[in-house]
Each structure stands twice: as C-alpha cells, then as structure tokens.
C-alpha cells in the first residue's frame, strides 16, 4: 500500500512537472512582441507550439485543470492586451481560439470567461464557428442549477449564429435554451449581474422574432463590419472578405480606409 501510494505520488508529481513546464511560469511578465517582425512571428509560433502541448497534457485525474485554465486565462489576457505587437507589427488574434479551447476544455464551467471568448474569438479572430464549437462543448457541463449565469453562454452562442452565421434556427434554439435557464435561475434565489427574468423574456422575444423568415444579411454585413475595424492582421481580413463574398459584398479601400462594399 506505501509503495503504491509512492507511486501515485510520483506520478502527480511527474504531470505536475509536465505542466508546469508547458505553461513556462516566467513568461506571464512577458509579451509577445519582439523587436522586429520576424521575431514577433517567432514569438506567435512557439506560444502556438505550447497552446497545443497544453493541450496534449493528461487532462483528468490529478486536480490540475482549473490551475491550467486559470493560467490560460492569465496568458489570454496578456496576448489579448498586447497592443504594442498587434498595431506596430500586425500579430492578430488568431491564437485566441487556441486559448479557450485550453480553458473551456480544462474548466467548463468558469462561466465569466465565456465573454472574453465572444469577444476575442467570434469578433477579433473572425472565427465564430470556432466560437460557437467552443460554446457547445462546454454548454455539456454546464447546469443551470449549479451555475445560475450559465444562460449567458447560451444568449452569446444566439448571438454569434444569428450575425455572423445567418443561421436563424440555430440561434432560435439557443434563445429559447437561455430563457429556460434563464428561468431556472430566477428561482435558485442567488443575486446576479442582471433580472434574469427579463433575460428570460427577451430571449422569447429574439425566439418569436425568428419563427419567421427572416432576412438577415445587413446583420450579418453589421457583424462583419465591427469585425474587420477591429483587424490588424492580413488572415482576419482574408476570412472577413470571404464571408462578405457569401453576402453579396467585398471589401474596398476608399481613402486609405477599408470599407464594405457591394460587389
């Protein structure tokens, strides 16, 4: 039994090596930015290299995901606030998915960081069926009862397949899913950052409204719009154009300024 227990030990000892060793404490004061262009892309490309050997970490078992996705979620905020390498040498936010699918995959259930998601993946990245890929993996472990905010999830993945899918029964299904759980939190008695009995009843309202045919193409131009003033880099404004191309629209530069127009 003690050599068994020595064992187990040097095993969780071993991973915890491992990723500690992945994650590469020292680089949270760090940014990704270097001095020149070739040494940023260098910069992007090792910090992809460790996204995925997180990734391929032993996940279950040892009691360390949550210390993975919180340290995920430290170093995403760091590459997402790197505004030195992103507006001087043009990096873009293409790690972005990488990032949260370390995180959703690790902690599920950390509801707050599904925004910064919405955000960083769907309108900065461009990559909103990564998005919404990532919503559904961690919508499976998610409980309403357990964690009464967990309908926002929902209403952020309405939101990405409705502007920037065009899928309208897809999104209906995710409204009517966040007023049900919308609904079961109003009743768990717990205080939160918004009624959500007025979540509830909007959601209804943005299910009702697509019962019908909808048009939604000048959404969809909308969404695209928002993401390609936040595109710094040449990948991003590639995905964008080819979705507008899908809309009837391509991109156009007036005055030095990119602008949508239709083709």
Known sequence: MRFRKLAINLSAIAVFAAIALALQFPKLNQRLSGQTLEETQKAV?????????????????????????NFAFLQ????????????????GYSLSPLYFENIIDRDPRFTSSYIYMSASVSIFAGAASKA????????????????????????????DQLLFLGDAKGARFSYLQA???????????????????LVAEASRQSAKWLEEEQDLTK???????????????????????????????KIEIKDGVQAIVPK
């Open 219 to 249: 959404a969809q131009i909308g969404a695209w719009s928002v993401v390609l003033q936040n595109a710094t880099d040449k990948k991003t404004v590639e995905i964008i154009a080819q979705e507008l191309d899908k809309l009837g629209m």
């Open 132 to 159: 919404i890929e990532i919503y559904s993996k961690g919508l499976k472990f998610l409980d309403p009862d357990q964690q009464p905010s967990a309908y926002t999830v929902w209403r952020y993945r309405a939101t």
């Open 179 to 197: 007023a049900k759980w919308a609904d079961r939190a109003s009743l768990s008695g717990k205080k939160l950052v918004e009624n959500p009995k």
């Open 76 to 91: 995403f905020l760091q590459y997402f606030g790197d505004d030195v390498a992103r507006n001087n040498l043009k990096t």
């Open 45 to 69: 490309r090792d910090e992809e290299a460790r996204l995925k050997l997180i990734r391929q970490l032993p996940p279950r078992g040892f009691g360390f995901n949550n210390m993975i996705a």
